[in-house]
């Protein structure tokens, strides 16, 4: 798994307003229109606490997939199809992204088999061209997430979970773009 994956569902109620870095839609129109393509996801997580097996410490998990992202509604939404592995198992995901005009913000909801619908609320900052993300599970935990657009080629993604305080989760990874010649070269 690369990209924030709720625990369970998403409270999306009441998200934080980002008043500051609200966009115009010329500007939204283009971040999304820069995302569409395919995406090679490489990067690791890491679950922190004990192996109930050998009682060492979790090992890092190396990560890969691939993300196609495409228009929904062209210029206001995009949709992303991508496939993680989950207990051994490939589990189909679709996220939605769209941006709420009012409020300030970037909405990312999930779908995927066999889990309840998860969400998060993004802001944008502009001079760092990064999304920072938060989600509350229902848990309890609290999830942040930063997506960094280092050009039109690369966007490095990090997030952590914190449960009571405590860090219980990572994750690190590095986007790069396909270019139709390399798609062509893989099939």
């Given amino acids: 798994m690369i990209v924030a994956l ?82 051994g198992r490939d589990v189909p995901f679709v996220g939605l992204k769209e941006y709420n005009a009012e409020q300030g913000v970037f909405i990312w909801r999930m779908k995927k088999e066999g889990f309840p619908k998860g969400g998060e609320i993004q802001t944008y900052d502009l001079e760092t061209r990064t999304f920072h993300g938060k989600l509350n599970h229902p848990d309890g935990a ?27 989760f990572t994750r690190k990874a590095t986007f790069t773009r396909f270019t139709q010649n390399q798609l062509n070269d893989a099939n």
Avoid: Y
């Fill in 6 to 87: 709720p625990l369970m569902g998403a409270d999306n109620k009441n998200p934080s307003p980002g008043a500051k870095n609200k966009l115009t839609a010329k500007q939204v129109e283009a971040l999304f229109a820069d995302d569409i393509g395919t995406w090679k996801c490489k990067g690791e997580s890491q679950s922190i606490g004990v192996d109930p097996n050998t009682g060492l410490p979790l090992k890092p998990v190396e990560e890969e997939m691939l993300m196609t992202i495409r228009w929904k509604v062209k210029g206001k939404s995009t949709e992303s199809l991508f496939t993680v592995k989950i207990n």
């Fill in 142 to 168: 609290k999830e942040e997430s930063r997506f960094q657009i280092i050009n039109k080629n690369k966007r490095l993604f990090e997030n952590h979970v914190k449960k009571d305080g405590k860090l219980i």
